[in-house]
């Protein structure tokens, strides 16, 4: 029985061998033709803003910009689910211009009728979060083209590149050369699709949302160039990704200074008390002389020489 069993798993080891073996020379003979995808997609462009860095600090006024293009252009598709009217304090709102913002948000926040039970909507508070724009994920799709508009709140933690990557994708929307669909048919853009090369498939469903400069007008003059559009914005979703950024910062500062002036201290210390003390290790185990002189006793009488 075990010499039939052995049998049957040579054989079947065997058969995997050849499989394997067959596998390998197929592909080195016959490598797949690489993807458009592969060949086509763009790393972000480079992209500095104010945060960056272990001593980066959010600019304010960039911040209230970003949030603008936001709330007139961004906001028609995309929610911000994590984020409440209340926390633009930190973009340096003051108390009644977040109420006004909340209380003019096109988006009104779903309510209980206190007379009847129905359903309603009322105008958002302060302390509410931002509405999405849309009741449900299907009325989300139905209105996109059965794309599901993401939520923004952590776009720039969810994607790899984070700031660099929306920035890179809001402006990288483009044309298609015949030259390119020639050379690559199967990244022709189909009908209903948009060409990017910063999205990793090249084809989104989200077309272009900054279009013309001036398609924002900044309450601070800044001249509202597409560039600038997108920077701004990706700037504010650094924020709402991660609105204690500047705390954060300053702690492991702190902490580092700390650690630094720690191990000083401690090397001081350790010259001061430790540095001409003479160690001594006593031995133990088989170098124990008590322990080598009962293993000779023992080998002695056992008739064991050495």
Not at 185 to 208: E, S
Request: charged letters at 20%; proline letters at 9%; one cysteine or more.
């Amino acid at each position: 029985m075990r010499f039939i069993l052995g049998f049957i798993g040579a054989v079947f080891a065997g058969v995997l061998l050849i499989s394997l073996i067959t596998g390998l020379a197929t592909y080195f003979a016959n490598p797949p033709a690489p993807l458009a995808s592969e060949e086509l997609h763009k790393a972000p462009k480079p992209l500095h803003l104010a945060s960056d860095g272990p001593f980066g600090k959010f600019d304010k006024r960039e911040l209230q910009r970003g949030f603008q293009v936001y709330s007139e252009v961004c906001s028609a598709c995309h929610s911000l689910k994590l984020v409440s009217f209340r926390d633009l304090k930190g973009l340096g709102y003051n108390e009644a211009e977040i109420k006004k913002i909340a209380s003019d948000w096109k988006t009104q926040v779903p309510s209980i009728n206190p007379d009847t039970g129905e359903a309603a909507t009322r105008k958002a508070l302060p302390s509410d979060t931002f509405p999405p724009p849309f009741p449900n994920e299907v009325a989300a799709r139905a209105a996109n083209n059965n794309a599901l508009p993401p939520d923004l709140s952590l776009i720039t933690k969810a994607r790899e590149g984070g700031a660099a990557y929306v920035y890179s994708l809001l402006t990288g929307f483009q044309n298609q050369s015949p030259e390119l669909v020639k050379e690559h048919p199967d990244a022709k853009t189909p009908p209903g699709l948009h060409y990017n090369p910063y999205f990793p498939n090249l084809n989104i469903a989200m077309p272009p949302p900054l279009t013309t400069a001036g398609q924002v007008t900044y309450a601070d003059g800044t001249p509202s160039t597409v560039d600038q559009m997108a920077k701004d914005v990706a700037a504010f979703l650094v924020w709402t990704a991660e609105p204690n950024l500047e705390n954060r910062h300053a702690a492991g500062l702190a902490v580092v200074i700390f650690l630094l002036f720690a191990t000083v201290l401690g090397y001081f210390a350790y010259r001061q008390l430790w540095y001409d003390v003479k160690r001594s290790v006593r031995p133990t185990g088989p170098l124990d002389p008590v322990n080598q002189a009962k293993t000779r006793r023992a080998k002695a009488d056992a008739g064991i020489a050495g």
